[in-house]
């Protein structure tokens, strides 16, 4: 059974550091493209991050370049996400998300239905 988990969400107060892992069963990360996403209320679920498995390139949405960092460990079957510097506006459900359709990230993770595979999320809250 496919499943990925994410964990590490949190309060944090503004400026503070947070690390997801996502982490993978029933199926190999080797392979994929792996993204995270958020999703505040009220909002569109946005791309924030995404992993490729074919050449290890990284995608970030400008609203977290320079402050988050993706990683991956295959042999774990877990992606990671590093969040500094954070923002209230960083306050959301975060989400992993496979995209068994390509190794390669797309320069703006879309179109998101080709992410097949998806967590529960994690909540991030940065408040003071």
């Known amino acids: 059974q496919v499943q990925l988990v994410e964990s590490g969400g949190g309060l944090v107060q503004p400026g503070g550091s947070l690390t997801l892992s996502c982490a993978a069963s029933?199926?190999?990360?080797?392979?994929?493209?792996i993204g995270w996403f958020r999703q505040a209320p009220g909002k569109e679920r946005e791309g924030v991050s995404c992993?490729?498995?074919?050449?290890?390139?990284?995608y970030y949405a400008d609203s977290v370049k320079g402050r988050f960092t993706i990683s991956r460990d295959n042999a774990k079957h877990t992606v990671y996400l590093q969040m500094n510097s954070l923002k209230p506006e960083d306050t959301a459900v975060y989400y992993c998300?496979?995209?068994?359709?390509?190794?390669?990230?797309?320069?703006?993770?879309?179109?998101?239905?080709?992410?097949?595979?998806w967590g529960p999320g994690t909540q991030v809250t940065v408040s003071s």
């Open positions: 998300a496979a995209n068994t359709m390509r190794s390669r990230c797309t320069a703006t993770m879309t179109p998101i239905y080709e992410y097949d595979y």
């Open positions: 029933g199926f190999s990360l080797d392979y994929y493209a």
């Open positions: 992993s490729s498995s074919s050449d290890g390139s990284t």
